[in-house]
């Protein structure tokens, strides 16, 4: 039996938010059977509209609805509860309650709220279950022959509603053990016998009987066709049906979770539909054995809920990975868009089988639209599928099962998108947007709108003017009479009589002049329409700066009538491809003035011109900077909604002070340089372009600065007002501030923010004066005795170890010499891995490199990494040398919350001639804070001084040899 149960609405929920409102929604409870409404957003009186299914095993059990008001960070708020025995409703006429309004009760007396509201419900007995007779539930295995039509569901098989239930994201799947469904089922025979038979002994003994069948007897069950409402159909036929009842709506966002695959194929919308979610098509059975699934089963498609929605299910069990174990995956998918030319599916898949599977539910949705068209004349289609975990209960893993699924997802996607690029031909960059010779082309047409552009220019006061009295001159010709010959004048000629008559033909001359050069203005810019080329590809071009003059002859000055930019950050290359801009200026603000435009970019040099980008920068930074992947690029576009030509150079960890520090990441482009974090999920995110950027100064270490240098990054006037919440100040002259501190490698991202700025925006003369005041602020980055850099004299240093050794200072020196001796010592220490860059000159007497290596395990199970960057410089006295080091560990837990200083002082000792006396010091900075600080403290120092006695013992066993 199942009871059906519809929530339809509430009114007068109480307020729970400090909005005045309520996000209001219901959970329902009938034994170990639990559902889920979705959440109804600031709203008192909300509207659910859901149909729920529970099967019922005992008549004594109580239906329980509970209201809760949804919270983001904290836990849900009770607004009220109601009870309905299932008895109530069973002994109620036509088993039915109807639809009636019921109030919610508090939690308790004490509750401050007594009023909660109330809730509409409607609660029956599904008309299927309320027929059945006696015969049926005597005789099982006969009725199921005698009604082949009908299949039964067993109790043991998990809930799966029709249409109107709830998607599977808010389903809990519920189990049973044998002796409960026994008790139920007992108790369910009994209650039916009382009903309907006077002798409820045999009624009883009946019902014993049906639990006697023998559990492989029973047939298996399936969904009962007298209670599904749903019909299977071809797939054309069910995309010609939602083709015809679409009503327009609205293409359905992008998941939170992020972005698995964003390509445009060579092919059309509804053609990449059929590859994908046809049921004839070979494309999803070639994936599943690319990605390993087996078992694989396609349902057929099925409109539900009254031909509103189309429905499949799909089962397979999931290849075993590293992680986890082969496990069956349910996945239900649903078109929420198919109009023919835009296709949504959204697909909810369940795993049951995994450990914390029935938490949660991963959704993806398939966006199938239409793509720009090729220059080929063939039809593209942009295909993105996005994803999110949907949590129907709360668990203390959500974080590790969200991390899980996203790498899972990444790993299978990039399989699923690499397939589908072997199948369908993706489009390349060059093939989109309208070339150079169709731009130029289209310059000839459009005849038809030139009385429009006409209307537009001589709808002024100056040709209005002149042609009303050019009318009124005539009409006065053709009235007067002619007059008598006097003064100087003759036959023919008629010369003005007074000073009257002298000044309006002057002003009729002048006006006739005017719109006479109107004329021939208007017809000089329709016919010489200019084209202008220039050569962007040494610098991507950022704006283009557009400025309008009025021209009246090489010895008079030019009058600016407006100007604009056009931003290329901004806008994408098909919206330049025809654009007005309207002009900015006071003259042109007041007539409302714009210019159209056709701009086109192209890409001469192909995928070079990053790379040669990249390689020019290299020069100005001195580091090696690698070229990022397309996925990075993508996440990195999507992220500050850039054009797809931007390519992302460098990111870094840092701190944006404000009011107070935020921690985020700073990116770095060859146009922009963009912010973004997410705290508890108050996102933060702008970006700004380099040519808007004024000035960088470098502000020193500071205990304000947490120890870390400032970058102060300075705008222009009114440049960057987008990005002003991101400011730390603004001067009197509205000129914005931004500071950003605390980068794990202070000197990479500086070398890398100043190149990328002098590129974008200085002068020769600018980067000159730069260049001689960088020379003197280093300075103050850098102590007299040892050449401190990166704030390490704000740290606390302590001694680690000291010893007085048998060989030269020289000797020990060639351990940071990158050659032969630095890479046996390092893999003796446990370095994997281990490189280093020669040492650059960065002030006389200093020199620095940067190294990487990875931890051995026997040093750290989780074989974190390590970049560090190293200064050395001679000591004061001239006998030693003082090496400083600042290390980042990755891949470790809290690693990201502290960096280490360390510093190497070896000079020659006044004990032992011809020895060398070796004084190791370390400080850790820490980021943020922990309360494990004295855990990780003390485990430094211990693995510290573990390390640095293997590294003196193989460097005296290599002296020995040699």
């Known amino acids: 039996m199942k009871l059906l149960v519809r929530v339809k609405e509430a009114r007068n929920i109480p307020a729970m938010d400090l909005n005045g409102f309520s996000d209001p929604y219901v959970r329902l409870q009938l034994g170990k059977q639990r559902f889920r409404t979705k959440v109804v957003k600031k709203s008192l009186n909300p509207n659910w509209e859901e149909e729920f299914r529970f099967k019922v095993e005992d008549l004594n059990e109580e239906l329980v609805i509970n209201v809760l008001d949804e919270d983001k960070y904290f836990n849900d708020d009770f607004v009220g509860f109601l009870k309905v025995p299932v008895s109530r409703v069973f002994d109620a006429v036509d088993k039915s309650l ?47 022959r005698k009604h082949p039509d009908i299949q039964i569901e067993s109790p043991s098989r998990s809930f799966n509603g029709p249409s109107s239930a709830p998607s599977p994201s808010r389903v809990e799947d519920i189990t049973y053990s044998k002796e409960e469904k026994s008790c139920a089922q007992k108790t369910l025979a009994g209650r039916i016998a009382q009903m309907f038979n006077k002798n409820p002994d045999s009624a009883s003994s009946r019902g014993v009987d049906l639990l006697e069948v023998p559990e492989t007897a029973k047939p298996e069950v399936l969904d009962d066709k007298c209670e599904d409402q749903s019909f299977s159909v071809s797939f054309e036929e ?46 999803v059975r070639a994936v599943a054995d690319v990605q390993g699934n087996t078992e694989l089963q396609l349902g057929p498609w099925k409109f539900e809920n009254g031909s509103e929605s189309l429905k499949r299910v799909v089962t397979y069990i999931k290849a075993a990975s590293k992680l986890i174990k082969a496990t069956k995956g349910i996945e239900e998918q649903k078109y929420l868009k198919a109009d023919g030319k835009v296709f949504a599916v959204l ?6 089988d995994l450990m914390y599977g029935s938490t949660f539910r991963i959704e993806l949705l398939y966006c199938i639209t239409p793509g720009p068209e ?25 974080s590790m099962i969200e991390n899980g699924a996203r790498s899972g997802l990444k790993e299978s996607y990039e399989q699923y998108a690499t397939f589908l690029s072997q199948t369908v031909k993706p489009v390349d960059s060059k093939d989109m947007g309208l070339n150079k010779e169709q731009i130029l082309a289209s ?72 719109v006479l050069k109107l004329f021939s203005r208007f017809m000089q810019a329709r016919n010489q329409k200019k084209i202008f080329e220039f050569d962007a590809m040494d610098e991507p071009p950022s704006v283009l700066d557009v400025e309008v003059y009025d021209f009246d002859g090489p010895f008079s000055e030019a009058t600016s009538l407006g100007h604009a930019e056009i931003n290329f950050v901004k806008s994408d290359i098909s919206d330049l491809a025809e654009v007005w801009v309207p002009l900015q200026g006071k003259l042109a603000q007041a007539c409302q003035s714009k210019l159209q435009l056709r701009i086109f970019l192209n890409n001469t040099k192909g995928s070079n011109v990053v790379k040669e980008y990249l390689s020019k920068m290299e020069k100005e930074v001195g580091k090696k ?48 340089i963009g912010f973004h974090a997410n705290l508890f999920g108050r996102k933060t995110k702008f970006f700004f372009l380099w040519e808007d950027i004024e000035d960088i100064q470098i502000l020193p270490p500071s205990l304000s600065s947490m120890g870390s240098p400032v970058i102060v990054m300075t705008l222009r006037q009114g440049k960057g007002m987008d990005a002003r919440h991101g400011a730390k100040t603004q001067d009197e002259e509205g000129r914005l501030k931004f500071h950003f501190q605390s980068f794990v490698s202070y000197n990479v991202a500086n070398r890398t923010i100043m190149a990328l700025w002098k590129a974008r925006s200085l002068t020769f003369e600018q980067k000159v004066q730069i260049i001689e005041e960088e020379s003197e602020e280093a300075k103050s980055l850098q102590t007299e005795e040892s050449g401190t850099f990166l704030g390490v004299e704000d740290v606390t240093m302590s001694e680690v170890y000291s010893a007085v050794l048998p060989f030269p200072n020289s000797f020990f020196m060639e351990l940071f010499g990158g050659g032969e001796l630095e890479r046996i010592v390092m893999e003796k220490a446990g370095c994997l891995n281990y490189s280093c860059s020669p040492w650059e000159s960065e002030k006389p007497d200093v020199y620095e490199r940067q190294i990487y290596y990875r931890f051995d395990k026997s040093i750290s199970r989780y074989r974190g990494e390590v970049t560090s960057t190293q200064q050395r410089s001679p000591l004061s006295n001239g006998n030693g040398w003082v090496v400083e080091e600042v290390m980042t560990l990755h891949g470790v837990p809290l690693g990201d919350y502290f960096n280490l200083h360390l510093r190497y002082q070896v000079e020659d000792s006044p004990s032992r001639p011809k020895g060398c006396l070796i004084q190791v010091f370390i400080g ?39």
Not at 347 to 352: G, K
Not at 480 to 505: H, K, M, Y
Not at 630 to 642: C, E, R, V
Not at 653 to 661: A, F, N, P
Request: hydrophobic letters at 40%; aromatic letters at 8%; one cysteine or more.
């Open 98 to 144: 109807g639809t009636a309004w019921y109030p919610l009760q508090p939690k308790n007396k004490k509750a401050k709220n007594k009023d909660c509201g109330e809730i509409l419900l409607s609660i029956s007995f599904s008309h299927s279950s309320s027929g059945m007779d006696l015969n049926g539930i005597t005789d099982y295995g006969s009725h199921v």
């Open 625 to 672: 900077i690698n070229l990022r992947s397309p996925q990075t690029n993508s996440a990195f576009q999507k992220l500050f909604g850039l054009p797809p030509e931007e390519f992302l150079i460098n990111d870094f960890t840092c701190h944006l002070k404000r009011k107070m520090l935020l921690q985020g990441r700073l990116f770095l482009s060859a146009r922009i």
């Open 443 to 514: 310059l000839q047409t459009e005849s038809q709108s030139d009385w429009k552009l006409a209307v537009h220019y001589f709808a002024n006061f100056t040709v209005v003017s002149s042609i009303f009295m050019g009318f009124y001159v005539l009409i006065h010709i053709w009235l007067a009479t002619g007059s008598t010959i006097q003064g100087l004048e003759f036959v023919g000629l008629d010369l003005p009589d007074s000073i009257g008559e002298l000044i309006v033909c002057g002003v009729l001359v002048l006006q006739g002049e005017r």
């Open 924 to 962: 850790i900075a820490w980021l943020k804070s922990t309360r494990h600080l004295k855990r990780i403290t003390k485990n430094i120092v211990s693995h510290l001084d573990e390390r640095l006695k293997v590294i003196v013992s193989v460097v005296e066993k290599e002296f020995t040899t040699r």
């Open 238 to 283: 069910a995309m010609k049906t939602m083709e015809s009842r679409d009503q327009g709506s609205e293409v359905p966002s992008n998941l939170p979770g992020g972005l698995l695959v964003d390509q445009i194929y060579v092919i059309a919308p509804q053609d990449l539909n059929s590859l994908l979610f046809s049921p004839d098509s070979s494309f």
């Open 374 to 398: 090729l220059s080929s004349g063939e039809q593209s289609s942009h295909l993105v599928i996005s994803w999110r975990a949907n949590f129907v209960q709360n668990t203390m893993m959500k």
């Open 347 to 352: 697909a909810s898949v369940n795993t049951p």
